[in-house]
């Protein structure tokens, strides 16, 4: 699976903390196509990002402002978590 993430996008992912050795190296290690930033990983990657945004914004240890643009991501990666991210 890869998703295209902005430069924002990128940099608030940078910034949540604790993550896997997997999900750090796929954030990390984004590459470049047609000059875009891409995420690439399998789908239980992405799953263990999903959990760790959701915690970010549940418990609080993003700043407020960074909400919609990790919400943006989530989107990104499965529509349908935006029915559960946060609780």
């Known amino acids: 699976m890869k ?3 902005s430069d924002e996008e990128q940099g608030v992912l940078i910034d949540i903390r604790g993550m896997p050795e997997r999900v750090y190296s ?3 290690a984004f590459h470049q196509e ?3 930033n891409v995420l690439e990983g399998d789908d239980d990657d992405f799953d263990e990002l999903l959990r760790l945004i ?3 914004i549940g418990e609080g ?3 407020k402002k960074n909400v919609p643009i990790l919400l943006g991501v989530c989107k990104k990666i499965d ?3 935006l029915n559960w991210i946060g609780q």
């Open 3 to 5: 998703i295209v993430i």
């Open 26 to 28: 796929m954030v990390y």
């Open 34 to 36: 047609n000059s875009k």
């Open 54 to 56: 959701s915690e970010e």
């Open 61 to 63: 240890l993003c700043l």
């Open 79 to 81: 529509p349908e978590s």
